[in-house]
T-cell receptor, first 114, second 113 residues
Framework: NAGVTQTPKFRVLKTGQSMTLLCAQDMNHEYMYWYRQDPGMGLRLIHYSVGEGTTAKGEVPDGYNVSRLKKQNFLLGLESAAPSQTSVYFC?????????????FGDGTRLSIL | GDSVTQMEGPVTLSEEAFLTINCTYTATGYPSLFWYVQYPGEGLQLLLKATKADDKGSNKGFEATYRKETTSFHLEKGSVQVSDSAVYFCALKRDNYGQNFVFGPGTRLSVLP
C-alpha cells in the first residue's frame, strides 16, 4: 500500500551540482505532477505528465527538467542547482482526468542548495 | 483564469471550538472541489471532496458543501482537537487535458489545549 514514494527525503547540494529526484507510484495512475512548496507561496506546479512518454511545463519550469519513461516513475532533474531552488518538492499522481479523481501526494523531498 | 481563494491564516482556536475555513473559487465549467490537509513534515492528504453542486463531502468530523450559487466550499468542523493543527488547502479540478488542478494558498490552523 505504498501509494506515491519520493526519494530521497532530504538532500543538501552545493550550487552548480546536479541531481535527480525520483517519484514512483504503484496505483497505475496516468497523470503525475511535480510541485514545489515555499513559505508563503503555496504549491507551485513545475512540470506534469499526462501519460508515459509525455511531459509538459507548469507555472515554474525554469531550471528543471523531467522525464516519464515508465508509467510508474516521474523524474525531476536539476542540471545546475541554484540557491533559489531550495524548497520542499512534492510529487503527486492522479488516475486520470476524470473530475472525481483526486491527486495523491508523496511525503516530499526537502532540498537545500548552499 | 481559474483560481481558488482561502481565508488568510493563521487561525488559532481553543480545543472543542467550532471551525470554519472559507474557500471560494472562480472557474469556467463545473469543477470538482477538494480539501486537503498537510500535517507538519508530511505531504498533502485528501480530506474530502465534492463533485457537483449541493454535494456535501465529509470525513473525520469535517464537512464542506459545494455551493455553486456562491462559488464556495467552506470547511467546517463542530469541535476541533489539538491533533487537527495543520495546513488546509482548498483545490479545484477542472475538466481539461493537462494542468487540471488549482490549489488555494493554504490556511494554517493551530488548536490550543
Amino acid at each position: 500500500n505504498a501509494g506515491v514514494t519520493q526519494t530521497p527525503k532530504f538532500r543538501v547540494l552545493k550550487t552548480g551540482q546536479s541531481m535527480t529526484l525520483l517519484c514512483a507510484q504503484d496505483m497505475n495512475h496516468e497523470y503525475m505532477y511535480w510541485y514545489r512548496q515555499d513559505p508563503g507561496m503555496g504549491l507551485r506546479l513545475i512540470h506534469y505528465s499526462v501519460g508515459e512518454g509525455t511531459t509538459a511545463k507548469g507555472e515554474v519550469p525554469d531550471g528543471y527538467n523531467v522525464s516519464r519513461l515508465k508509467k510508474q516513475n516521474f523524474l525531476l532533474g536539476l542540471e545546475s542547482a541554484a540557491p533559489s531552488q531550495t524548497s520542499v518538492y512534492f510529487c503527486a499522481s492522479s488516475y486520470d482526468r476524470a473530475l472525481n479523481q483526486p491527486q495523491h501526494f508523496g511525503d516530499g523531498t526537502r532540498l537545500s542548495i548552499l | 483564469g481559474d483560481s481558488v481563494t482561502q481565508m488568510e491564516g493563521p487561525v488559532t482556536l481553543s480545543e472543542e471550538a467550532f471551525l470554519t475555513i472559507n474557500c471560494t473559487y472562480t472557474a469556467t465549467g463545473y469543477p470538482s472541489l477538494f480539501w486537503y490537509v498537510q500535517y507538519p513534515g508530511e505531504g498533502l492528504q485528501l480530506l474530502l471532496k465534492a463533485t457537483k453542486a449541493d454535494d456535501k463531502g465529509s470525513n473525520k468530523g469535517f464537512e464542506a458543501t459545494y455551493r455553486k450559487e456562491t462559488t464556495s466550499f467552506h470547511l467546517e468542523k463542530g469541535s476541533v482537537q489539538v491533533s487537527d493543527s495543520a495546513v488546509y488547502f482548498c483545490a479545484l479540478k477542472r475538466d481539461n487535458y493537462g494542468q487540471n488542478f488549482v490549489f488555494g494558498p493554504g490556511t494554517r490552523l493551530s488548536v490550543l489545549p
